[in-house]
């Protein structure tokens, strides 16, 4: 695959994630303050990078920066999902269908990253999520998987 169809699918599958959490905003402002801050601090860092991705020239640095992004998301999910996550969502969430495509669609968009950016800035942020998820006991182990995955392809 070439650099610019990674390209492109980081920018569509950033965009599509994009519009998720925008919509999401005003629910999770209704539960607290600090989920709809953090649905907004995502948005405005998916923008953030598509933009990037869209008019740099040399996509590496903005390929790392969706990298860490999209592996902060997937991670922040997992613990939402199975532990809670303090001071933003303290209470579980239980799993959906729309969250779970997103988290596909996010898992694709960090591969391409991490394919994109090619170099160990990416694994080594990917390496240390995987470290922390792997604490959460049971689940830790399954949702660490994937990323153990994208850090060795990195590599």
Do not use: Q
Not at 7 to 23: K, N, P, Q
Not at 36 to 59: N, Y
Not at 81 to 87: A, D, E, I, M, R
């Amino acid at each position: 695959m070439s650099a610019d169809v990674k390209r492109d699918l980081l920018i569509i599958t950033c965009g599509v994630s994009t519009g998720i959490h925008a919509a999401l905003v005003p629910e999770h402002l209704h539960e607290s303050t600090a989920a709809g801050g953090g649905f907004i601090v995502a948005t405005v860092l998916l923008v953030a990078v598509v933009i990037a991705l869209t008019l740099r020239s040399d996509p590496r640095p903005a390929a790392a920066a969706a990298g860490l992004t999209l592996a902060g998301l997937l991670v922040s999910y997992a613990l939402v999902v199975w532990h809670g996550l303090p001071l933003l969502h303290p209470e579980t969430e239980p799993v959906d269908a729309l969250a779970l495509a997103t988290k596909a669609i996010e898992g694709v968009g960090l591969v391409a990253a991490a394919s994109l950016a090619g170099c160990g800035v990416v694994a080594a942020p990917v390496r240390a999520t995987s470290a922390a998820v792997k604490v959460v006991p049971g689940a830790g182990d399954v949702v660490a998987a994937p990323l153990d995955v994208t850090a060795n392809t990195i590599d």
